[in-house]
């Protein structure tokens, strides 16, 4: 099965603007979802959405070197790890 990586930097794009589309494409491919985690959400999986995975990595929308290399350095490692046949990213930081 293909596998495709979405990357965002609020969960509520994905909310808004993209749940039924991930629900309809988990049924032929692996779906992932990268999100910054916000504070006072609850636990790191606030994307509820059957058959897709929620992946939280701090990919905070502000302008912070320190901040956006280790998001990086943490992307690399889950793209390395993972092997998405496709990567998707959907707001302008991601």
Not at 21 to 40: H, I, T
Not at 50 to 59: D, L, N, R, T
Request: hydrophobic fraction near 45%.
């Amino acid at each position: 099965m293909k596998s495709v990586c979405f990357v965002v930097s609020d969960p509520l794009t994905v909310r808004a603007f993209l749940a039924q589309q991930l629900e309809m494409l988990s049924q032929s491919w692996r779906v992932a979802v990268v999100f910054n985690p916000k504070p006072g959400l609850g636990p790191p999986a606030p994307l509820s959405i059957p058959g897709v995975e929620s992946i939280p990595i701090p990919v905070v929308r502000r302008v912070s070197p320190a901040r956006d290399l280790y998001a990086l350095y943490r992307l690399f490692r889950l793209y390395r790890a993972r092997r998405f046949d496709v990567v998707h990213s959907v707001t302008p930081k991601a």
